[in-house]
Structures are given as structure tokens and as C-alpha cells.
């Protein structure tokens, strides 16, 4: 894990301050089993007859950092989308924290931080509003959310703009307040669909620090969709490729990397399993 | 927390939005007043019909002026919940503990604030033009609750469905002429049995229409507050009216959200 960034020096007080109570706080928790979140025959066929998710079945330990990786189309958003309760499987079941995500979705989302793909703000609230307002749906008090708001702002280096309107932000700063209002309840779990999308390299590489922190220092579960093979090499300690609504490889990202042969990248190990280079079928998508 | 306060919180965010989009504001009350003002000046001489129930014609216009503030200005809640879906912000929402429900009824009640400000404002203007409202401030309230309600099952359900459908708030705004459809076939500028037969259309025909359009229903009951007193039957019919309409469109409504997201 590298935490060169200049954002790592002057958030790593911040977020030692956000953590602290929290480690103090009654969290909304798990129940205390071993994988924090299972899938089994997951499936989503959708009502024009698309079969996005055909039958995938993975485990993800407690605290462990996941990726979801393949092109766009591959079936991600909509795995991610059942495991976050946004859309409802057509077969197979899966469980978050504990809760089966069909049967409780409401004790799931008590328990998950969800980034959506595109970055899902209001565009007429400020980022402190819609932090606050994020926190508040979440059960914290007025106080108890501004002054949280207030720390995470600072941890994704806003805290200037928190009383902006998001309007006048650029799309990556959207992304990043997206991504602080997740964290809002500093959930168990914390899912994040193509969550650098569209930011430069010094945000990116940011964003990745402070989750790589939330996730040793909360014990996050981090399950995280991606195109982009660098941050799946960065960011996850185990990935699963997907590859038209399949799973075609899973494990540790140098082990996937050793099956292919020495020096190869996660590329390579796309090529590998599906017969296509990654590229191609961004492109096709 | 609990669902009340979700729906609270919900509307709360709404009522901050209004003033941040003044073209929300500004173009849904300024073109009420100004119709107001001038078919109240231009249809004046029909208050001088015989049997015509008011000399100041601006008083039986008030009820028209309520629903044309309320019906298509309802129609919001469709165009801010399209662009809750095209911001990605509604999935956000939902990935809290929050139900669709609360969602939708917070951003319902944020809007029937600002139309009863609106409504409450289209009063003002009619008392300033010598108008008086014959049952006073608690027959104002039950107008505009009766305008707002009305909106509700009508616009507000109609915007809400094809804001599920389209997810476009311009595609929304383009059924905003129905609204005015909706309330122009109505006894709205003249009382429907003084409305006489022309070359092209016969007024039975008229008549038939005005008293097969709900709004009428709610209409007449919304005008006998402001010029005469309580007709608790016309009342009770007003409110059937209301509570037949939304036992259809609510249900819909409510499928649908749960369709778009099963």
C-alpha cells in the first residue's frame, strides 16, 4: 500500500479523528458470521430478456477488500446493484452483513455505504447538506451528522467547498462527496461501483488511500466494480473477473497473475480466460 | 428512524430547493397571477349577467385561479423525481434505509407547501381586487386543500408515473398543457348553465363534458366557499371525487415504483 500522495499527509489526522468515536459509538453491525457477504446462483434477467447476471456464486471475508472487474456490459453494476438491495434477482440468493438482500434490504442498507456509478448527488444541496441529509436517513443526529460531514470533508479535501452547490462542482469532486456521503455511518460494508471514474490521477490515488485506511481501520468490507485493472491491483486483496454475467477467474490478483506466466498483468489474465483482450471489448461494449 | 421523520427530512429538502431554482418558483406563480388579473379584466362583464352568482367577477374566478396555481404545478414532483433518476441521486437514496415511499411522499409534501404558499398568495391578489372569501379563513384552507388534493391525484399522479417511465424531466414537462385542459373544461370562467350554444359545438355538449370532468366536482364545491358558504354535500361530493381518483391513480403510482424496481 502506498501512501505517497500529499492528500495522505494532511487527511491522516482527520480521519484518526473520524474514527476515534466512532470505535467508541454502537455501529450498525454484522451479524457475527464468518463471510460478510455470499452469493449463491445470483442471477438477474431482466424483463426484456437481457441475462446481465447469469448464476455467479462468491464469498467475501469480513474486512477483506473485493473486486468486481471485467468491460462494461460484463454484468458488474448489476451484481453490485443486487448485493446493494437497487435491484431485485430473478434467481439465487445473497446475503450482506449477515441479511439476505431480498428478504431484509432495509437491515442491509442499515449496514452498507453504496457509491452509485454515476456520482449521485443533488445537484441544488451543498456537499454538507447532502452529507448531513445522507446521515440524518441513516439515524444520526443533526449534530452528531454536521460534525461527521464536517470530518469527511476534510478527509476528501472539500472541506472548502461544503458550502457550495454541488452544481457548480466538477464531476470528479461530485464523485468524491458521492463517496464521503457513503461513509456517512461509517457502515460494515462499503460498496463502491467504478468509484474513480472520471478523476484525475492525484484524486484517484486519494480516494484509494483513505479507503485503504477506512478498510484497516474500521475493518471495512470493500466490494468495488472496476474497468480500470490498475486500481483492482491496487485497492483488492482478492478479485473475481466477470465476463458476460460469469465469473471466469477469482483470487488473489498475483495469483491470478501466476497462473498466466511471469510479469503478467491483469490484462494478460483477462486475455487468458476469456479469449479477448480487455480493450476489444470495452470498445465492442 | 422512523418513516415520519424520513418524510419530513425528505420534504425539507425539497422546501431548501425551491428558492435555489427561482425558475421553478417564478414560472409556476407569476403566469397564475397574470391570467388572473387579466381574464379576471377581460371576462368582467359576465358577472353583469342576470342570475350571475357575483357582481365581482375576480371572486368566482379565485377558485379557478387556486387549481390553476396547484394542478400544474404539481406536476414538479414528476420533473424533480426524473431528475433524481438522470443525477443517479433516487438510487442514492434508496441505498439508504429510506423506502421508495418516503421518498416519494417527502418530495409530495415539500410541493404541497410551496403550492399552498402559491394558492394562499392567488387569495391575497383577489382580496386586493375587492374580492372577499365568504366563509372566511378556515373555507380559504379547505379551497386550497381541495385544489391541492385534487393536483395530488391528477397532475401529481400523472407527472410522478412518467417521470417512472421516461426518467426525463422534459418529457414530464410536456404533459403540463393537459393540467390546463383538465380545468379549462370546467365551469371555471362561466357558470356551465349560462353557456350558450354556438355554430359549432352545441352547449348540451359543453355542459355534458364540464359535468363529466372530475375537476368540475371539486370546482363547484371550491366556488360556493368563496362566494356563498359550506354545501356539505357538494363538499362530500368534491372529496368522493378526490378519494375515487387517487384510489385509482395512487395504486398505480405505487406499482409502478415497485415494478421499476423489481
Request: charged share 20%; proline share 5%; net charge neutral.
Amino acid at each position: 500500500m502506498t501512501n505517497s500522495s500529499a492528500f495522505a499527509g494532511t487527511a491522516r489526522s482527520t480521519l484518526d479523528e473520524l474514527i476515534r468515536p466512532a470505535r467508541t459509538q454502537k455501529l450498525e453491525s454484522a451479524r457475527p458470521l464468518g463471510d460478510a457477504i455470499v452469493l449463491e446462483g445470483l442471477a438477474k434477467t431482466y424483463p426484456d430478456g437481457t441475462a446481465a447476471v447469469r448464476g455467479i456464486s462468491l464469498r467475501v471475508a469480513a474486512g477483506e477488500s473485493f473486486g468486481i472487474l471485467g468491460p462494461n456490459g460484463a454484468g458488474k453494476s448489476t451484481t453490485i446493484g443486487m448485493l446493494g438491495t437497487l435491484v431485485k434477482p430473478t434467481a439465487g440468493r445473497a446475503s450482506v452483513a449477515g441479511f439476505d438482500v431480498v428478504a431484509e434490504p432495509r437491515e442491509v442498507r442499515r449496514r452498507i455505504g453504496f457509491a452509485v456509478q454515476q456520482a449521485g448527488v443533488d445537484d441544488f444541496a451543498t456537499p454538507m447538506e447532502l452529507m448531513v441529509l445522507q446521515g440524518r436517513l441513516h439515524g444520526l443526529r443533526k449534530r452528531e451528522a454536521a460534525a461527521r460531514a464536517g470530518l469527511l470533508l476534510r478527509v476528501i479535501e472539500l472541506a472548502e467547498e461544503a458550502d457550495r452547490r454541488l452544481a457548480t462542482l466538477s464531476g470528479g469532486t461530485k464523485r468524491r462527496v458521492d463517496l464521503a456521503a457513503s461513509l456517512m455511518h461509517l457502515p460494515p460494508v462499503l460498496f463502491l461501483d467504478e468509484p474513480t471514474e472520471g478523476l484525475d490521477p492525484r484524486s484517484r490515488s486519494g480516494i484509494w488511500d483513505t479507503l485503504d485506511r477506512l478498510r484497516s481501520r474500521l475493518g471495512v468490507t470493500l466490494v468495488l466494480t472496476t474497468h480500470y485493472m490498475e486500481e483492482g491491483d491496487r485497492l483488492c486483496e482478492r478479485i473475481a473477473i466477470i465476463d458476460r454475467g460469469i465469473v471466469v477467474a477469482e483470487g488473489a490478483p498475483a495469483a491470478l497473475k501466476a497462473t498466466v506466466g511471469r510479469d503478467a498483468t491483469l490484462e494478460d489474465v483477462y486475455l487468458h480466460y476469456t479469449g479477448r483482450a480487455f480493450e476489444d471489448t470495452r470498445v465492442a461494449a | 428512524m422512523n418513516a415520519q421523520a424520513q418524510v419530513l427530512l425528505l420534504a425539507q429538502r425539497a422546501l431548501v430547493q425551491f428558492p435555489r431554482n427561482p425558475v421553478v418558483l417564478g414560472f409556476s406563480v407569476m403566469p397564475v397571477l397574470i391570467m388572473y388579473l387579466v381574464f379576471g379584466g377581460l371576462f368582467a362583464g359576465v358577472a353583469k349577467l342576470p342570475g350571475f352568482p357575483t357582481d365581482n367577477y375576480f371572486e368566482y374566478l379565485a377558485p379557478t385561479a387556486i387549481l390553476l396555481a396547484t394542478v400544474p404545478g404539481i406536476g414538479n414532483v414528476g420533473v424533480a423525481l426524473a431528475a433524481d433518476f438522470q443525477s443517479g441521486y433516487f438510487h442514492k437514496l434508496l441505498t439508504t434505509p429510506t423506502s421508495v415511499g418516503a421518498v416519494m411522499l417527502g418530495r409530495l409534501l415539500g410541493d404541497c407547501l410551496r403550492l399552498a404558499v402559491q394558492a394562499a398568495l392567488v387569495l391575497l391578489l383577489a382580496m386586493a381586487l375587492g374580492a372577499e372569501v365568504a366563509t372566511g379563513v378556515p373555507g380559504a384552507l379547505l379551497m386550497i386543500v381541495m385544489g391541492t388534493l385534487l393536483g395530488i391525484v391528477t397532475f401529481g399522479a400523472l407527472s410522478a408515473n412518467l417521470a417512472i417511465r421516461t426518467r426525463d424531466a422534459a418529457a414530464v414537462q410536456a404533459t403540463q398543457p393537459m393540467a390546463f385542459l383538465l380545468i379549462f373544461l370546467t365551469s371555471a370562467y362561466q357558470s356551465s348553465d349560462q353557456i350558450e350554444s354556438s355554430d359549432q359545438i352545441d352547449s348540451a355538449v359543453l355542459r355534458t363534458i364540464i359535468e363529466l370532468n372530475p375537476a368540475e366536482h371539486v370546482l363547484r364545491p371550491m366556488r360556493e366557499l368563496m362566494l356563498s358558504g359550506y354545501d356539505w354535500g357538494d363538499i362530500g361530493i368534491g372529496f368522493l371525487v378526490i378519494a375515487a381518483l387517487g384510489a385509482v391513480a395512487l395504486p398505480l403510482t405505487a406499482r409502478n415504483y415497485r415494478r421499476a424496481y423489481s
